[in-house]
């Protein structure tokens, strides 16, 4: 078979077939429809506006690294104004997490951004081989879940940035649609395909990546040479988000814009208006000040939990109320740092906080 | 992201449960020994007849009257007469069985108790019932013709008229002009080769039924397009049956398993803009294929309603079993003696499963560790309502098309090549905008504004391997001719003679420039 020309360009070799569209095309033209299309989800929704401070979440897997990347590319070559930072958190997970630090810090100095890692040590007083080595390997993904949404927003402000963007590809967001009807979380399901989500104590946070195929976004990577760490949690995930993941995998094979339908699908319907009234409303946890649903935040009856022997208290609201017939908590429990968000007007963040660019 | 399960919380965690609770006993009546659980819940067979029955009851008949009222207390007056899509699957033929029980029979069995013997539950509720049945079988080589079969069936029950339909009469403009439509065709095709869907002529004159129906089918990109356009032509000539037969009332076996199972793959097909309409819906006709006013005085002859019937030209479409699980229908089958006579799997040589035969395994797989699965899944998308604004009927399946969906494509995946980046960004002086390709000005009319999101996606989104076609040998056509229904839109908005129909053709293309308009109107300075 003679050479195929690039669908886009007409002009060089294609080399790549384009998982999202099944075009064949050359590595330059997928470079820039990529990258165009992240800028394309950024600009429709207007996410930044010049002088921005944006924290990346990186955590050195594919995402987050290709994101910085990114991120970095669009800044220049549109002149978004932004100035960007790298943040981390750190679970502690003994061999999970070592490796993908150095990648960030490697990232910290290509890039030229700042860099922040946060660890649960640090915040919570608790590692996550700590809380496994308690509770057992069932149910770890709950802490480790609740723990690292704070830990952002808590990195954060210590950055005292506006906005933490997150490598969330489109496929985590279907994965994300199929569970939420499966499971019944109509909650969730309202606001899974939001590009941008901000409460009104949380700092915006937004997924540049939300149309990006997860296949795309490592042969953006391979293309690049930019090395990641392929990140498994070794601890096992939840059994139910493996079988909605390996279904989505198989209507990806079937059709490949599934991915992106069930995206489409998801912005095509919002929760009925008499549905959304008897939503919970949000308030602030009275212990440590994060946004929370109920009197405390997840975080703190998750830590409570944890600091008196009784981990899964939090797990199911039946354990919870055996956690509170066990008395009140003890005056001296160990609990989590009280939340403020960046205040305006703006101040320089503790330099402290920030491990230079060097 | 890092963990592959960021999002997790205690709610996310689906609670594995044994099959049943504590007693083996029926709830109900509490010292028979049970028969079937349901939900965990054991019941005996004494205590299920009635239950089901009442289910039945309770999700058909507050859609019975043209006014839906609360807890009724009026009786149930249709706005015309009834029409029953029979698959020949299991739970079309429960959902005929119960009809004939509830509405035709009024056995006794499946009366509700309350009410004494004047209530107005105990009369005949539809004056004429139509059981419906389009065979399929010409568009799968060497399936079988089930026509007979299903017409004995329906003999079991008198009283009901039966309509075997097949599917290339989609196809047909003889089928079409007996269900008294006016045809104005203009022998105009689509062209299914590339993604711009242009409307072109068809070369060599309208093809047979048949040929035409095999033509379309074999030029769809994937499994998934054929299973998903049998199923729309389906429920078409039903919807058009309905009207043939004055019914106001369209009804389907879909159960709760196949509800939530057509949710999901419709969600998965980019369908999330009608997940209404596969609950319920209530459909009109395109005004310029509606039928002729006195082919429809000629139809309804029941004087005092007459005029009102020719003004309600709306089918409801209803899904009276979709609170039964599939095995409770079983159950019913079982014991009522129902001979069903089944359905054909739809495959062909080489065919990969398609997104609808994915999702049915995958569901049904989930349900037997989880058996809440299915009931959750219809629940939570009876919460949800569509978002954005309506732009007509899809000119293909009917249903409601959302505005904007070309341009959403168009930002969020790219197709040809965008224009380079500007040389001298802005900087800071005006937000970026979103870089897409110019289009064409490409004025050759296309199907594309027509068409729906999960429409747009059949005839265009292509599998990663090229797909056998369940008839290679059928002619390969450039132009495939288009389902009746279509076509007679097309036909009535391009040329022929002013009609009302024109008119909804053309606000079709104005809101196009209204469209592009509002797009660019932010750019434009006041003058
Ligand atoms: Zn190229
Ligand atoms: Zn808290
Ligand atoms: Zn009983
Ligand atoms: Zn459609």
């Keep these: ?148 949404r704070q830990a952002l927003d808590r990195g954060a402000a210590i950055l005292n940035v506006d906005h933490i963007v997150t490598g969330h590809n489109a496929d985590d967001i279907a994965e994300t649609v199929l569970m939420n009807i499966m499971r019944g979380d109509i909650a969730r399901l309202g606001r899974c395909t939001s590009i941008c989500t901000q409460g009104e104590d949380t700092i915006k946070r937004s997924k540049p990546f939300k149309y990006a195929y997860e296949k795309e976004i490592v042969m953006y990577a391979y293309f690049k040479k930019l090395d990641y760490f392929s990140t498994e949690c070794i601890y096992s995930p939840d059994a139910y988000r493996g079988h909605a993941r390996a279904f989505l995998k198989d209507l990806e094979a079937a059709r490949p814009s599934a991915i992106i339908d069930i995206i489409h699908s998801g912005e095509a319907f919002e929760i009925k208006e008499d549905v959304k009234a008897t939503q919970k409303i949000q308030q602030t946890c009275r212990r440590c000040g994060y946004m929370s649903s109920n009197e405390l935040c997840k975080a703190c009856t998750l830590l409570e939990g944890l600091e008196r022997g009784m981990a899964t208290a939090a797990v199911t609201d039946r354990a919870r109320k055996r956690l509170d017939a066990d008395g009140p908590a003890p005056e001296n429990l160990r609990t989590i740092p009280m939340f403020q968000l960046p205040s305006a007007p703006r101040q320089k963040p503790t330099t402290t906080a920030v491990e230079g660019t060097t | 992201m890092s963990c592959g399960n960021p999002t997790t919380e205690p709610d996310a965690l689906m609670q594995r449960r044994k099959k049943y609770d504590k007693t083996k006993n029926c709830v109900k009546c509490k010292d028979t020994q049970g028969n079937i659980v349901i939900r965990h819940a054991v019941y005996c067979k004494n205590c299920f007849i009635p239950l089901l029955v009442h289910k039945f009851r309770r999700t058909l008949e507050p859609s019975v009257n043209p006014k839906p009222d609360g807890p009724r207390r009026t009786a149930l007056k249709p706005a015309g007469n009834l029409l029953v899509g029979l698959s020949g699957g299991l739970g079309s033929s429960v959902l005929l069985d119960l009809i004939y029980k509830c509405y035709i029979a009024l056995d006794k069995s499946t009366m509700p108790a309350e009410g004494g013997r004047d209530h107005p539950r105990h009369e005949r509720v539809w004056k004429k019932v139509t059981v419906c049945y389009v065979e399929v079988c010409d568009a799968f080589p060497g399936m079988k013709d089930r026509t007979e079969e299903i017409a004995r069936f329906v003999s079991r029950y008198d009283e009901l008229d039966f309509v075997p339909l097949r599917i290339q009469d989609a196809f047909d403009r003889t089928w079409w002009e007996k269900t008294g439509r006016k045809a104005s065709f203009s022998d105009m095709g689509v062209s299914l080769s590339d993604e711009s869907l242009l409307i072109e002529s068809l070369s060599a004159g309208h093809p047979d039924p048949l040929t035409a129906l095999r033509t379309y089918l074999s030029s769809l990109p994937t499994p998934t397009a054929i299973h998903t356009s049998i199923q729309i032509l389906t429920r078409v000539l039903l919807l058009h049956t309905a009207l043939q037969t004055s019914s106001s009332h369209l009804l389907l076996g879909t159960s709760l398993t196949s509800l939530a199972v057509s949710l999901i793959s419709g969600v998965a097909q980019g ?121 007509g009927k899809c000119i293909l399946c009917g249903r409601p098309a959302q505005r904007g969906v070309q341009e959403w494509k168009a930002r969020i995946s790219i197709r040809s090549q965008p224009p380079p980046p500007p040389a001298d960004p802005t900087d800071g002086s005006a937000p970026p905008v979103p870089v897409v390709p110019e289009s064409k000005s490409d004025t050759r009319p296309s199907l594309t504004p027509y068409l729906c999101y999960p429409c747009h996606t059949t005839l265009t989104s292509r599998s990663a391997r090229p797909v056998p076609s369940p008839w290679p040998n059928a002619a390969q056509a450039s132009v495939v001719a288009l389902p009746v229904w279509t076509e007679a839109r097309l036909g009535a908005g391009a040329g022929g003679e002013p009609s009302p129909a024109d008119e909804e053709i053309m606000v079709a293309k104005k809101m196009g420039q209204a469209e592009m308009k509002g797009i660019v109107n932010e750019f434009l300075l006041d003058d």
């Design chain 1, 1 to 148: 078979m003679p050479p195929r020309t690039c669908a886009l360009c007409n002009d060089a070799r294609a080399i790549l077939k384009r998982p999202k569209t099944g075009q064949q095309i050359c590595k330059e033209c997928f470079f820039y429809v990529f990258e165009t299309e992240v800028h394309n989800t950024i600009t429709e929704a207007r996410l930044f506006k010049p002088g921005d401070r944006v924290a990346i979440g990186a955590s050195g897997g594919k995402d987050s690294t290709v994101l910085a990347h990114v991120m970095k590319t669009l800044n220049e070559r549109y002149k978004y104004g932004l100035e960007l930072f790298l943040l981390s958190i750190d679970e502690g997970i003994t061999g999970y997490r070592d490796d993908s630090l150095e990648t960030v810090k490697r990232n910290q100095q290509q890039y030229d951004m700042p860099l922040k890692i946060l660890s649960y040590d640090e915040l919570y007083g608790w590692t996550m081989d700590a809380i496994v080595a308690q509770i057992g390997k069932k149910n770890n993904c709950t802490f480790c879940g609740v723990f690292r």
């Design chain 2, 271 to 391: 369908a999330g803009f009608n997940v209404r309409e596969e609950t319920m819906e209530e459909w009109t006709p395109d005004p310029e294929t509606r039928p002729t006013p006195d082919v429809v005085l000629d139809d309804v002859k029941d004087g005092a309603d007459k005029g009102k019937k020719q003004l309600k030209r709306t089918v409801r479409v209803v899904r009276p079993l979709r609170d039964i699980g599939m095995k409770e229908c079983a159950a019913w089958a079982w014991w009522s003696h129902i001979p069903i006579v089944g359905k054909e799997k739809w495959v062909w040589p080489g065919a990969k499963p398609g997104i609808g035969t994915l999702t049915k395994d995958f569901i049904l797989g989930l349900e037997q560790d989880y058996p809440s699965t299915v009931s959750t899944i219809v629940r939570t998308c009876g919460k949800l309502a569509p978002k954005g604004e309506v732009s």
